[in-house]
């Protein structure tokens, strides 16, 4: 488990995801970073599982969406 920012957390999953950096991780493509989100990153990979998850602060199920 891991807390960090808004910055950090796009840049990883970018990477996890394949995308490939740009000038700015706020215009990654993935979208804003809620606050409490969840980033799940998988290993060995990295493999990018869940980005931004606020299921459990919204109460709705990513799964489902």
């Known amino acids: 488990l891991v807390g960090t920012h808004a910055g950090p957390v796009t840049a ?8 490939p950096a740009e000038r700015s991780v706020f215009s990654s493509g993935l979208g804003p970073v ?3 989100g969840l980033t799940t990153l998988r290993w060995p990979g ?5 980005f931004n998850d606020d299921a459990h602060v919204t109460g709705t199920d990513p799964e489902h969406l």
Do not use: E, F, K
């Open 34 to 36: 809620s606050n409490t």
């Open 12 to 19: 990883a999953a970018r990477w996890a995801a394949g995308i």
């Open 46 to 50: 990295p493999d990018l599982v869940h």
